[in-house]
């Protein structure tokens, strides 16, 4: 018999998966790129609007590949395919608004059509999941279209478009997630998150080693690679000393289309705002490495304070989705430290990079007195 494309219900993350997640990680480093010169309202606008598309990219092929069996031969090809997609998308990230919006959309495009396609292969055979990704991909088409079509008009439609075609991914996200059938494996989906989270953090410490390397290696610029370095540490903990873990079991607790919604809520999207904070840092910490003992200018202040809140409060508000135990600590401790930051213009970069590290720190040794994070179900 024709082996199955259906994942198994012990489906653990392979390494085809890894190899697209490193590829797509990368960038995460290229969205920094383009702050190089400067944190601006129009670069951050940028940023965000092009990192949205890269994450939906992301996170449209991680569903597909929960559903099916990553082992397959034909999974793989097709995984593999999306990989040399992704990085060709990579490198068209830092002149996706000088000039090569095209090449970005188009090899945005076949990622997500690539994504479409492995996930109607899987759903072929069983009619309540057919219907769900019917559904989803018939609005997914129309942002594709706003996307591609922003990538070859340029300009002011650029950004027109490709803000319509967030508008009409979502909107493909409520329609896809109120349905039952999507074949979740809450482990398998969770790990996935979690390991590009860790990718993440660790493109950031990269930037700042890129940094260091590139210095004189004075002390000044020493200690602020160490307080990256701690402040990479510090938000790996504030993730995974327990958040994790309960988002995991608050996923598996779920079923049917409520099951869909929690992971298209708590994952989906609003692990969006938290790799944000992890592009914001990374860049804070690369102009630090540059000037230690210079202010910073309102607009990297800002970021960086933005960067704590929203990784925190982020997946906070994830947690608060899956109905699980939310301190107190981290609703006040990141916008108070932040406000600190903002607040402060007078300090070097190097202390102010040392505040974002304490507040998150804080947080951490706040959170792990008690029982944080219980899920109402475990009492």
Sequence with gaps: MPRSLVSPEDQKVTFVELFFDLVFVF???????????????????????????VWWGWTQFTWALNAADTTHPRVEAATLVATGAAFFLAVGIPS??????????GTYVVVRVIG?????????VNPSQRAAVRLFSAVSVTGLVAALAGGALGGAWQYAL???????????????????????????????????????????L???????????????????????????GALWWSYFAGARTALEHALAGA???????????????LHFPMMLGVIGF????????????????????????????LFVTGLGFALRRGRCRVPVARWLVPPLFAAGIILFPGASALEHLAL????????CALEARGRAFEHPAST
């Design 27 to 53: 960038c995460v480093t290229q969205v920094v790129s383009l702050l190089h010169e400067g944190v601006t309202w129009r670069a951050v606008g940028e940023s965000v609007l092009i990192f949205w598309l």
């Design 282 to 309: 990374a860049a804070v910490v690369e102009e630090t490495l540059a000037h230690p003992g210079d202010p910073l200018a309102i607009g990297a202040r800002a970021t960086l304070g933005a960067a704590g809140v």
């Design 162 to 204: 490709w803000g319509l075609a967030i508008v009409l991914d979502l909107a493909a996200a409520g329609a896809g997630g109120r349905e039952e059938g999507w074949n979740l494996h809450p482990e398998h989906f969770a790990e996935r998150h979690g390991l590009f989270v860790i990718i993440a953090l660790g493109e950031s």
């Design 356 to 363: 974002f590290v304490t507040g998150v720190l804080v947080l």
């Design 96 to 105: 996706a608004f000088q000039g090569r919006s095209l090449w970005f959309a």
């Design 255 to 269: 079923s049917g289309s409520e099951q869909s919604s929690l992971a298209r809520d708590a994952f989906s999207v």
């Design 206 to 232: 990269i930037v700042a080693a890129i940094g260091l390397s590139r210095g004189e290696w004075t002390g000044s610029q020493v200690a602020a690679a160490v307080i990256a370095v701690a402040g990479a």
């Design 116 to 124: 479409l396609l492995v996930y109607d292969w899987v759903a072929w």
